[in-house]
């Protein structure tokens, strides 16, 4: 089974049903005679950057825009994702979970953010880019009143 047909339908299912865990979709796509391991669903669902709402999963930008709004879907992000929070001059660096650097950071970047100017996320650290040290604080501080 070739890898975009395989994420092409998990994009159909998540746009036609609510899936709210890995276990609902991978029982789906085994409906459609796709069995997949649950490293590579997770790495599929990493790479196609879904988000997981209160609503199931979806895609990043689809839950910015559909009721959750930039901030919605940014503050959902931050209390799934974020383990913890530093800054080394004019960078944020945003430790998370293994494999979900990259919604964080598609996240932050849909977001309506001035203290931050880009993101460059691995596997579990993103790296959030201010235009000064003072507006890395700034955006630490946001971050970390998102958390609370």
Same mark, same amino acid.
């Given at each position: 089974? =070739? @890898?975009?047909?395989? +994420?092409?339908? /998990?994009?159909?299912?998540?746009?036609? +049903?609510?899936?709210?865990? +890995? #276990?609902?979709? *991978?029982?789906?796509? =085994?409906?459609?005679? /796709?069995?997949?391991t649950?490293?590579?669903?997770?790495?599929?669902?990493?790479?196609?950057?879904?988000? @997981?709402?209160? %609503?199931?999963?979806?895609?990043?930008?689809?839950? !910015?825009?559909?009721? #959750?709004?930039n901030?919605g879907?940014? =503050?959902?992000?931050?209390?799934?994702?974020?383990?913890?929070? %530093?800054?080394? %001059?004019?960078?944020?660096? /945003?430790?998370?979970?293994?494999? *979900?650097?990259? $919604?964080?950071? #598609? !996240?932050?970047?849909?977001?309506?953010? $001035?203290?931050?100017?880009?993101?460059?996320?691995?596997?579990?650290?993103?790296?959030?880019?201010? $235009?000064? *040290? =003072? +507006?890395?604080?700034?955006?630490? #501080?946001?971050?970390?009143?998102?958390?609370?």
């Open positions: 089974m =070739k @890898k975009n047909f395989r +994420q092409g339908q /998990i994009f159909n299912l998540i746009r036609s +049903q609510p899936i709210h865990t +890995q #276990e609902e979709l *991978s029982l789906a796509l =085994k409906k459609l005679g /796709i069995d997949v649950q490293v590579t669903l997770s790495r599929d669902m990493r790479e196609i950057g879904l988000v @997981k709402t209160p %609503q199931g999963y979806r895609e990043a930008q689809e839950a !910015a825009v559909a009721g #959750e709004g901030t879907a940014l =503050k959902h992000a931050v209390e799934e994702f974020v383990r913890d929070v %530093q800054t080394a %001059q004019n960078i944020v660096i /945003i430790r998370t979970d293994s494999g *979900s650097a990259s $919604p964080l950071a #598609e !996240a932050l970047d849909n977001g309506d953010w $001035p203290e931050i100017v880009g993101t460059l996320a691995g596997d579990n650290t993103v790296f959030a880019v201010a $235009p000064n *040290s =003072k +507006q890395a604080l700034k955006a630490k #501080e946001r971050l970390l009143a998102l958390l609370r």
